[in-house]
């Protein structure tokens, strides 16, 4: 019999995102992206200047590059910006605990978690299945963290050849024995496979690409990420899934923030060329029409930003409501496009009582709230642990994409963007709501 194990993430609700001001300027380490390809001499420059080159990606008018000189580098074309580097999401302590057709909690599926996926039930995966659309033909980039490469819930649907790592410091996550690893959580959500072990994607059948732009412990540069959106988007990926995100000023005393523009060029880029970006609001519980400050990248003109919906109390009353706001999540009606399940720890008032659904007796019944999927093994063993943020919402959000575009019907950002609001469930105030925006994502099935 295999060894398998659960793990609760304590305090990992409201700061999957870390959404403080405080960044690092990279010395000497700049950004340069343009409306179109960079200029031909761009490399030929560089090396005469002796500078370094990084990230390179010509035809999309993008590069980082180390210089004292930076203005060698601007035209009226080019945005050149001081890259920064700060935490884009705080990994939670993970804590070891004793260890389909139908909806969670009663479908009796073999993969034996699949009815802890309450999840699944408010975005109609299940009833998408039955019709035979489960994501397939559909390669999702999942840009995040370092991946457990060998989470035998999720191998079966890596593009291992693809995948890639942005940061220097390896795909594979690298904190061994630590199960918290939030891109392979992120990357479970979307398209864990429907093989008799664990839990279920969203999109059981859909492709993944793993693209590691942050370090295993949350931090990283803006320019790796935007890199990894390009990476991706060259990779001919239909979706780009980011879990992470900062507060930036909108704007500085010399105008808009050029971080702001170059994530705009960048997300152009993708749209262009058919790629669909998918990206987290935050967990500040900030009302983000309001102030000084843009979340980026889920900001960027032409992003999809997710906000997190959960239920109260589902491991006591799973026919309740999936769909309460989760306090945490930003809002605002010019930042959440559509919102989707996240998790929540609402702590009243049963948050001492035990709850017992499927293999799991006896756990407080204020896990049952949160969001479960795929962790990394630890001495050789598969882990699943639970989580909550906008992080856990927006790969729920990327899923239901996956589903749509497997129909065959949608073949632009626009047109999925529209079938996404389209289908998904109005709540709140009718039409673009502050919370949920267009609403809660839904397969429509």
């Not at 200029?39 to 980082?64: E, L, V």
């Not at 909108?250 to 971080?259: A, S, V």
Request: proline content about 6%.
């Amino acid at each position: 019999m295999q060894t398998w194990k659960l793990v609760l993430v304590l305090g990992a609700v409201g700061c999957t995102e870390q959404v403080s001001t405080d960044s690092q300027s990279v010395a000497s380490k700049y950004i340069v992206s343009c409306s179109s390809a960079l200029p031909a001499n761009f490399a030929s420059k560089a090396a005469q200047r002796g500078d370094a080159i990084g990230h390179f990606f010509p035809d999309a008018g993008f590069a980082t590059v180390s210089t004292t000189s930076p203005s060698a580098y601007a035209s009226g074309a080019c945005t050149v910006v001081q890259d920064v580097w700060r935490q884009w999401l705080e990994p939670g302590q993970a804590y070891a605990v004793p260890a389909a057709a139908a909806n969670p909690p009663n479908s009796n599926d073999d993969d034996f978690l699949f009815d802890l996926q309450w999840g699944h039930d408010a975005v109609n995966a299940p009833e998408a299945w039955m019709h035979g659309v489960r994501g397939q033909g559909v390669r999702v980039a999942v840009l995040d963290t370092g991946f457990d490469l060998t989470q035998p819930d999720l191998a079966p649907n890596i593009n291992y050849a693809l995948s890639r790592d942005m940061t220097g410091e390896g795909l594979q996550w690298t904190r061994v024995g630590d199960p918290f690893s939030h891109g392979t959580h992120t990357s479970g959500t979307i398209a864990a496979a429907d093989n008799g072990l664990g839990t279920i994607g969203v999109a059981p059948n859909a492709e993944l690409v793993l693209v590691k732009v942050l370090y295993d412990e949350g931090y990283g540069t803006f320019g790796d990420i935007l890199a990894g959106v390009i990476y991706a988007t060259n990779s001919r990926a239909r979706i780009v899934s980011m879990s992470l995100g900062g507060m930036f000023p909108k704007y500085l005393d010399t105008g808009p923030n050029k971080l702001t523009v170059a994530a705009n060029q960048v997300a152009m880029y993708a749209r262009q060329r058919g790629t669909t970006i998918i990206a987290a609001v935050g967990n500040a519980n900030t009302d983000l029409d309001q102030g000084p400050m843009i979340n980026l990248p889920s900001d960027a003109t032409g992003v999809i930003g997710v906000a997190a919906t959960a239920p109260h109390d589902w491991g006591l009353n799973p026919s309740g409501s999936l769909d309460y706001r989760a306090g945490y999540s930003n809002y605002g009606r010019s930042a959440v496009d559509v919102a989707g399940p996240g998790g929540d720890v609402y702590r009243e008032p049963n948050f001492d009582q035990l709850c017992s659904i499927g293999v799991v007796q006896n756990f407080p019944c204020f896990v049952f709230d949160l969001v479960l999927s795929t962790g990394a093994s630890v001495d050789g063993a598969p882990v699943w642990f639970w989580g909550a943020g906008t992080s856990m919402a927006t790969p729920h959000a990327a899923g239901v994409a996956a589903l749509i575009l497997s129909e065959g019907n949608v073949t632009t950002p626009a047109q999925l963007e529209q079938a996404l609001r389209t289908r998904a469930t109005d709540l709140g105030q009718p039409g673009n709501d502050p919370f949920y925006g267009g609403g809660r994502v839904s397969s429509g099935y």
